[in-house]
T-cell receptor
Framework: GDSVTQMEGPVTLSEEAFLTINCTYT??????LFWYVQYPGEGLQLLLK?????DKGSNKGFEATYRKETTSFHLEKGSVQVSDSAVYFC?????????????FGKGTLLTVNP | NAGVTQTPKFRVLKTGQSMTLLCAQD?????MYWYRQDPGMGLRLIHY???????AKGEVPDGYNVSRLKKQNFLLGLESAAPSQTSVYFC?????????????FGAGTRLSVL
């Protein structure tokens, strides 16, 4: 079945540091890939998405590129801020049929210190 | 625009008690979902619905029941609560259109079963 593996946290960075959170997936065909973010005490919200190979999703300074050859969708940001402290989830939606369920990774807790 | 609203936000139950969690969305979404979030486990799908009057089992359905009598509402029931059901529960909804397949989440219900 489909699965998502993301780097385990927690990740602790200083403000303005470079961020990478690795995500790899297992799925047939060409799934859609997502990064969701969960701020403390809140529900998840979409951060960015990519629907086909080589697509780059971007939002709020975060980027991720859909790499079919390595089955990866790593999240990056060049300069993190304290306000980026949150849990980040990588997820996929399968490509076929009417199944729109999301398969999530376990989440990576990011803490950014001033 | 309220989006996805969950009630209650917090609840404490004794083992064997029953309760219903309510999810309401005002975006006219066809699809609705119930997840549970546990430390180190990410989000796991409990049940989902692809339209009014329809429900289906997800990854961890045992001990839960659901109903979708109205398009905008999705109820999650615990008939006889167990300590293993202590968790944070999230409701989500999405469009049927695959091109718009972004799930929108509520703020969550924190449930403790003693």
């Amino acid at each position: 079945g489909d699965s998502v593996t993301q780097m385990e946290g927690p990740v602790t960075l200083s403000e303005e540091a470079f961020l990478t959170i690795n995500c790899t997936y297992t799925a047939t065909g060409y799934p859609s890939l997502f990064w969701y973010v969960q701020y403390p005490g809140e529900g998840l919200q979409l951060l960015l998405k990519a629907t086909k190979a080589d697509d780059k999703g971007s939002n709020k300074g975060f980027e991720a590129t859909y790499r079919k050859e390595t089955t990866s969708f790593h999240l990056e940001k060049g300069s993190v801020q304290v306000s980026d402290s949150a849990v980040y989830f990588c997820a996929l939606s399968p490509s076929g049929g009417s199944n729109y369920k999301l398969t999530f990774g376990k989440g990576t807790l990011l803490t950014v210190n001033p | 625009n309220a989006g996805v609203t969950q009630t209650p936000k917090f609840r404490v139950l004794k083992t064997g008690q029953s309760m219903t969690l309510l999810c309401a969305q005002d975006m006219n979404h066809e699809y609705m979902y119930w997840y549970r979030q546990d430390p180190g486990m990410g989000l796991r799908l409990i049940h989902y619905s692809v339209g009014e009057g329809t429900t289906a089992k997800g990854e961890v359905p045992d001990g839960y029941n659901v109903s979708r009598l109205k398009k905008q509402n999705f109820l999650l029931g615990l008939e006889s609560a167990a300590p293993s059901q202590t968790s944070v529960y999230f409701c989500a909804s999405s469009y049927e259109d695959r091109a718009k397949n972004i799930q929108y989440f509520g703020a969550g219900t924190r449930l403790s079963v003693l």
